[in-house]
C-alpha cells in the first residue's frame, strides 16, 4: 500500500514538475508584456506583472497595422484548414479502404515528399507562382498549402484502424457511392483525427512567416508574422512592444488550442463508449 502510495507520489510530483516547466514560457511572456525593455535585461529577473502593457500594446497598434494583419493571416490560416481537411481527408480515406493501381507505390512517394526539406521546394515555388501571375495574392499563400503528405499520411493511418470494412460494405449494399461512404460513414468517425489536423495545419498556417515573406509584395495583404517582423528595429529595438505584440499574436491560437483539446478528448471519449 505504501509502495503504491510513493509511486502515486512521484507520478504526480513529475506531472507538476512538467506543467510547471512547460507553463513558465507562456507566463514569462505575460509578464515581459508587461514590462518595459529596461526590465526585460534587469538582473534578477522581473517575475512579477508590471504596468505598462496597455503603454505597449498602444505602442503595437501604432506601429503596424495590427487588425489588417490579423484578419488576413485569419483568412489565409481558415482557407489552408478547411481545403487541407476536405482534401487530406479524402486522400487518406482512399488510401486506406480503397484499392486501385498504383496505390503502394504512390504511397511510396508520398511518404518520400515528407522527407524533403520544404527550403528546398521555395525557389521552384516562386518561379511557379510568378508563371501564374499570384505573386503579392492570397492564392499564392492558400493554393500550394492546401494539400500535404503529413495530412494525408495521418488520415489514412487514422482512417485504416477506425472505420470498420464491415460498416462500408453495408452502404455499399446500399447503394453508397464513394463520396456517401465519405460523408455518411467515414466523416463521423474522422472527427477526432480532424480535430488534430486542423489544430496542426491552422498553427503551421498562422505562424508561417518565411513563405508569406517571399511571396508578398503589397502592405496591405502583409500577414501577421510579417507585420510583427517590421516592430524589429534597424538600431534599437523595443522588446516589450515586440513581445506584447507577440503575446497578441499567440492569444487566438492559445484559445483554438483549448477549443480543439476539449473537442478532441470528447469525441475520443465517445468513440470508445460505442466501442
Known amino acids: 500500500m505504501m509502495q503504491t502510495r510513493a509511486k502515486s507520489f512521484v507520478l504526480y510530483a513529475g506531472l507538476l514538475v512538467g506543467i510547471i516547466l512547460s507553463m513558465f514560457p507562456f507566463y514569462w511572456l505575460i509578464v515581459m508584456a508587461t514590462r518595459t525593455t529596461s526590465d526585460i535585461y534587469r538582473f534578477p529577473p522581473q517575475l512579477w506583472f508590471g504596468s505598462h502593457f496597455l503603454d505597449n500594446i ?18 489565409v490560416a481558415g482557407s489552408v484548414t478547411l481545403l487541407v481537411l476536405f482534401f487530406d481527408s479524402l486522400a487518406g480515406f482512399a488510401f486506406a479502404k480503397f484499392d486501385f493501381p498504383g496505390k503502394k507505390v504512390l504511397f511510396i512517394v508520398l511518404l518520400a515528399t515528407m ?11 516562386f518561379v511557379m507562382m510568378a508563371s501564374f501571375g499570384w505573386v503579392g495574392t492570397f492564392k499564392a499563400l492558400i493554393i500550394p498549402g492546401m494539400v500535404n503528405a503529413f495530412g494525408i499520411f495521418w488520415i489514412r493511418q487514422y ?21 456517401r461512404l465519405y460523408l455518411n460513414v467515414a466523416l463521423p ?6 480535430a488534430f489536423l ?18 508578398l509584395t503589397d502592405e496591405r495583404k ?4 510579417i507585420a510583427l ?12 512592444m515586440v ?3 507577440t503575446l497578441l499574436a499567440v492569444l487566438p491560437l492559445i484559445i483554438l488550442f483549448l477549443f480543439i483539446s476539449r473537442q478532441f478528448i470528447s469525441d475520443l471519449a465517445a468513440g470508445a463508449v460505442k466501442d
Open 58 to 75: 498602444t505602442r503595437v497598434l501604432q506601429q503596424i497595422n495590427f487588425a489588417g494583419a490579423f484578419f488576413n493571416t485569419l483568412f
Open 115 to 125: 522527407m524533403v526539406p520544404s527550403q528546398l521546394s521555395l525557389v521552384p515555388s
Open 159 to 179: 482512417a485504416e484502424e477506425s472505420i470498420p470494412k464491415e460498416l462500408l460494405d453495408a452502404g455499399r449494399m446500399d447503394g453508397c457511392s464513394f463520396f
Open 189 to 194: 468517425i474522422l472527427r477526432p483525427a480532424f
Open 198 to 215: 486542423g489544430a496542426f495545419t491552422f498553427i503551421g498556417a498562422w505562424n508561417d512567416y518565411l513563405w508569406p515573406l517571399i511571396v
Open 222 to 225: 502583409f500577414t501577421l508574422q
Open 229 to 240: 517582423s517590421q516592430l524589429n528595429g534597424i538600431y534599437n529595438t523595443d522588446y516589450a
Open 243 to 245: 513581445i506584447a505584440g
